[in-house]
Protein backbone atom coordinates (compact mmCIF):
# COMPACT_ATOMS: atom_id res chain seq x y z
CA UNK A 1 0.00 0.00 0.00
CA UNK A 2 1.12 3.51 -0.66
CA UNK A 3 0.69 6.17 1.40
CA UNK A 4 0.55 9.93 0.04
CA UNK A 5 0.91 12.79 2.31
CA UNK A 6 -0.20 16.28 0.69
CA UNK A 7 0.83 19.63 1.28
CA UNK A 8 0.68 23.35 0.54
CA UNK A 9 -2.64 24.21 0.72
CA UNK A 10 -4.20 27.73 2.05
CA UNK A 11 -6.15 30.94 1.34
CA UNK A 12 -4.70 33.19 -0.94
CA UNK A 13 -6.33 35.92 -3.51
CA UNK A 14 -7.10 35.45 -6.87
CA UNK A 15 -4.55 35.55 -9.38
CA UNK A 16 -1.93 34.21 -6.70
CA UNK A 17 0.30 31.14 -6.60
CA UNK A 18 0.45 28.30 -5.14
CA UNK A 19 2.40 24.53 -4.69
CA UNK A 20 1.07 21.57 -3.70
CA UNK A 21 3.16 18.47 -2.95
CA UNK A 22 2.47 15.09 -2.55
CA UNK A 23 4.91 12.65 -1.31
CA UNK A 24 5.12 8.80 -1.25
CA UNK A 25 5.46 6.79 1.50
CA UNK A 26 5.37 2.52 2.36
CA UNK A 27 6.72 1.14 -1.30
CA UNK A 28 8.72 3.05 -4.18
CA UNK A 29 6.21 4.25 -6.58
CA UNK A 30 7.91 3.00 -9.67
CA UNK A 31 5.85 2.60 -12.69
CA UNK A 32 3.07 4.37 -10.41
CA UNK A 33 1.35 7.12 -12.29
CA UNK A 34 0.12 9.68 -10.17
CA UNK A 35 -2.98 12.37 -10.58
CA UNK A 36 -4.39 15.39 -8.73
CA UNK A 37 -8.45 15.63 -7.83
CA UNK A 38 -10.40 18.00 -5.95
CA UNK A 39 -13.47 18.33 -4.74
CA UNK A 40 -15.41 21.47 -4.17
CA UNK A 41 -17.98 21.63 -1.32
CA UNK A 42 -21.76 20.22 -2.86
CA UNK A 43 -19.71 18.58 -6.03
CA UNK A 44 -18.13 15.42 -6.98
CA UNK A 45 -14.65 14.86 -7.13
CA UNK A 46 -12.94 16.03 -10.24
CA UNK A 47 -9.99 15.00 -12.06
CA UNK A 48 -7.20 17.88 -12.51
CA UNK A 49 -4.00 16.75 -13.83
CA UNK A 50 -2.09 13.47 -14.13
CA UNK A 51 1.24 12.28 -14.80
CA UNK A 52 3.18 9.16 -15.69
CA UNK A 53 6.34 7.97 -14.37
CA UNK A 54 8.46 8.81 -16.69
CA UNK A 55 6.51 12.10 -16.73
CA UNK A 56 6.10 12.64 -19.84
CA UNK A 57 3.44 15.01 -21.14
CA UNK A 58 1.40 15.74 -18.01
CA UNK A 59 -2.98 15.41 -18.81
CA UNK A 60 -4.95 18.42 -17.63
CA UNK A 61 -8.23 18.84 -17.23
CA UNK A 62 -9.41 22.17 -19.49
CA UNK A 63 -10.71 24.32 -16.68
CA UNK A 64 -6.23 24.31 -15.29
CA UNK A 65 -4.49 24.18 -18.56
CA UNK A 66 -2.08 26.52 -18.98
CA UNK A 67 -2.25 28.06 -15.24
CA UNK A 68 -1.22 24.59 -13.45
CA UNK A 69 1.65 22.44 -14.26
CA UNK A 70 2.29 18.75 -12.57
CA UNK A 71 5.75 17.37 -11.78
CA UNK A 72 7.64 15.18 -10.04
CA UNK A 73 10.71 13.93 -8.88
CA UNK A 74 11.11 9.90 -8.93
CA UNK A 75 14.30 10.10 -6.59
CA UNK A 76 12.18 11.92 -4.08
CA UNK A 77 8.61 9.86 -4.93
CA UNK A 78 7.12 13.59 -4.38
CA UNK A 79 4.77 15.03 -7.00
CA UNK A 80 4.21 18.83 -6.90
CA UNK A 81 1.20 20.59 -8.78
CA UNK A 82 2.05 24.46 -9.56
CA UNK A 83 -0.87 26.26 -9.28
CA UNK A 84 -0.42 29.81 -10.78
CA UNK A 85 -3.38 32.64 -11.55
CA UNK A 86 -5.89 31.33 -8.76
CA UNK A 87 -9.54 31.65 -9.76
CA UNK A 88 -12.33 31.89 -7.12
CA UNK A 89 -13.09 28.31 -8.75
CA UNK A 90 -9.91 26.52 -7.93
CA UNK A 91 -11.02 26.62 -4.45
CA UNK A 92 -11.35 23.20 -3.12
CA UNK A 93 -10.10 19.77 -1.59
CA UNK A 94 -7.27 18.44 -3.50
CA UNK A 95 -6.25 14.85 -3.51
CA UNK A 96 -2.88 13.40 -4.45
CA UNK A 97 -3.67 9.52 -5.84
CA UNK A 98 -1.71 7.13 -7.34
CA UNK A 99 -2.26 4.29 -9.09
CA UNK A 100 0.28 1.27 -10.48
CA UNK A 101 0.37 1.83 -14.39
CA UNK A 102 -0.47 4.71 -17.17
CA UNK A 103 -2.44 7.73 -15.97
CA UNK A 104 -5.92 7.97 -15.98
CA UNK A 105 -8.52 10.55 -15.92
CA UNK A 106 -10.91 8.56 -13.96
CA UNK A 107 -10.52 8.43 -9.60
CA UNK A 108 -11.95 5.13 -9.91
CA UNK A 109 -8.87 3.67 -11.29
CA UNK A 110 -6.66 5.09 -8.61
CA UNK A 111 -6.80 2.65 -5.23
CA UNK A 112 -4.05 5.16 -3.40
CA UNK A 113 -4.83 9.15 -1.56
CA UNK A 114 -4.12 11.51 0.88
CA UNK A 115 -5.90 12.92 3.13
CA UNK A 116 -6.50 16.31 0.95
CA UNK A 117 -4.85 20.07 1.44
CA UNK A 118 -7.36 22.89 1.47
CA UNK A 119 -7.12 25.45 -1.40
CA UNK A 120 -9.40 28.79 -0.81
CA UNK A 121 -9.23 31.67 -3.18
CA UNK A 122 -10.92 34.45 -2.48
CA UNK A 123 -12.21 36.87 -4.98
Known amino acids: QVQLVESGGGLVQAGASLRLSCAAS????????MGWFRQAPGKEREFVAAIGWRAALPSYANSVKGRFTLSRNNAKDTAFLQMNSLKPEDTAVYYC????????????????WGQGPQVTVSS
Open 26 to 33: GRTVTNYA
Open 97 to 112: EARYGSPSYNRADYNN
